[in-house]
């Protein structure tokens, strides 16, 4: 009995060691989030109700976010991220439910999978780049279709405006859908059809009450985690946008770097607040359905 006492604790000893292996495994990860989210979320919002020069606690920051030319810029930045995310949503879902129709191990997946993994990344300047190489004021798309009688900027030139960045938000957004919408997708059961088809329901049927009801939840919550990646995109607008601030990214780098008007560091703290609010509200939702989404089709 003394020996079985004894061996008890070694055991449990035993498996404590592997536990604490695998914790030790997480360190540079949640170093990672404290240093580039925590710590950038606290200075947001520690700033965003600290007065100028580091001097008191206040609302003022706060309470000029009513004002008009901030909502606008919400406004635009909402706009544009909404608009992005419906066009990518919709014809992201199209190209993602024609890569289910081909062979799953079939050369055109891979391919078009991976493409849509490069492409969700290429943003910023390059993209900016990209687009004024190509249908900018001097593109070579815009020289020849000019050369042959249409001129897409003779109502003026919107590639610089909301319409211009919503095309060119859309570039990203395509790829981004399809790699996050085709797990749902693919648990999709081709039992459910055939079980359709053998209670007498057509094609119709099956989309509008078997599989368009269960995915309805992924293409919502996909369509948020679109809007989130378009609201709190940066690098690409500011290339394309070198005057003005229509978003309120923008908005906050005026207010961090302006030498115009000095003393409105916090202020873009205090906006940046309102972005994290945004999206924290967006990204809860997002995680609610895919919960949803998961009940259905895990």
Same mark, same amino acid.
């Given at each position: 009995m003394a020996e079985v006492a004894e061996a008890v604790p070694r055991r449990v000893a035993g498996r404590s060691r592997p536990r604490a292996g695998a914790l030790l495994g997480t360190v540079p990860f949640f170093a990672f989030v404290t240093i580039f989210l925590v710590v950038p979320t606290l200075t947001v919002v520690i700033g965003a109700f600290t007065g100028d020069g580091g001097r008191g606690v206040t609302l003022e920051?706060?309470?000029? +976010?009513?004002?008009?030319?901030?909502?606008?810029?919400?406004?635009?930045?909402?706009?544009?991220?909404?608009?992005?995310?419906?066009?990518?949503?919709?014809?992201?879902?199209?190209?993602?439910?024609a890569l289910v129709t081909a062979k799953p191990d079939g050369p055109l997946r891979r391919v078009v999978t991976a493409a849509a993994g490069v492409l969700a990344q290429f943003g910023g300047v390059t993209l900016a780049f990209a687009f004024l190489a190509t249908i900018g004021l001097s593109g070579f798309v815009t020289l020849w279709l000019q050369e042959h009688?249409?001129?897409?900027?003779?109502?003026?030139?919107?590639?610089?405006e909301l319409p211009g960045?919503?095309?060119v938000y859309t570039y990203f957004q395509i790829p981004l859908m399809v790699i996050v919408f085709l797990p749902?997708?693919?648990?999709?059961?081709?039992?459910?059809?055939?079980?359709?088809?053998?209670?007498?329901?057509?094609?119709?049927?099956?989309?509008?009450?078997?599989?368009?009801?269960?995915?309805?939840?992924?293409?919502?919550?996909?369509?948020?985690? +679109?809007?989130?990646n378009a609201f709190s995109a940066y690098a690409t607008a500011a290339a394309l946008v070198s005057q003005g601030s229509p978003i309120v990214p923008l908005q906050i780098r005026g207010a961090l770097t302006s030498e115009v008007v000095l003393g409105q560091a916090n202020l873009g703290k205090a906006m940046a607040l309102g972005m994290v609010v945004v999206v924290a509200v967006v990204m809860t939702l997002y995680s609610l359905l895919q919960r949803r989404t998961a009940k259905w089709l895990g």
């Open positions: 920051n706060v309470r000029a +976010l009513a004002d008009e030319y901030i909502l606008a810029a919400f406004g635009r930045s909402i706009t544009l991220s909404a608009a992005s995310a419906i066009i990518g949503a919709v014809l992201g879902a199209l190209l993602a439910y009688g249409l001129d897409p900027y003779a109502n003026g030139v919107w590639l610089f960045l919503t095309l749902a997708l693919d648990g999709i059961r081709p039992q459910w059809r055939e079980a359709t088809a053998s209670l007498g329901g057509n094609t119709w049927h099956y989309w509008t009450r078997v599989a368009g009801p269960l995915l309805a939840p992924a293409f919502l919550g996909s369509a948020l985690l +679109l809007f989130a």
